[in-house]
């Protein structure tokens, strides 16, 4: 079992910068596992944001966060981020962290194991 707590979420201007933690606990082994990023827009459905396999080899961008986020792991804190810079209006959502072994995938029905969201609001 892995369980997974989001933070850093908020309130921010267009143009500003979030970054968002999704800690990982659990008796399992953290480095095993590929994390993804998802959100969910108010009437909108669940899109894939970024994924990074259990090594850090392979790391995966929606066109429409290319160049603006940033996902990393840090594997001794059992810990995954994303930075998001440039933020705009329409990145308001709740993000959501997922877990599934070994390698990141890009539906939401491939993971395992998610958190419970944080909400991030873009003001124009």
């Known amino acids: 079992q892995v369980q997974l707590v989001e933070s850093g979420g908020g309130l921010v201007q267009a143009g500003g910068s979030l970054r968002l933690s999704c800690a990982a606990s659990?008796?399992?082994?953290?480095?095993?596992?590929?994390m993804g990023w998802f959100r969910q827009a108010t009437g909108k459905e669940r899109e894939f944001v970024s994924g990074?396999?259990?090594?850090?080899?392979?790391?995966y961008y929606a066109d429409s966060v290319k160049g603006r986020f940033t996902i990393s792991r840090d594997n001794a804190k059992r810990t995954v981020y994303l930075q998001m810079n440039s933020l705009k209006p329409e990145d308001t959502a709740v993000y959501s962290c997922?877990?599934?072994?070994?390698?990141?995938?890009?539906?939401?029905?491939?993971?395992?194991?998610w958190g419970q969201g944080t909400q991030v609001t873009v003001s124009s």
């Open positions: 659990g008796r399992t082994t953290f480095s095993s596992y590929a």
């Open positions: 990074i396999d259990w090594s850090s080899g392979s790391i």
């Open positions: 997922a877990a599934r072994y070994k390698w990141y995938g890009t539906t939401a029905g491939s993971y395992d194991y």
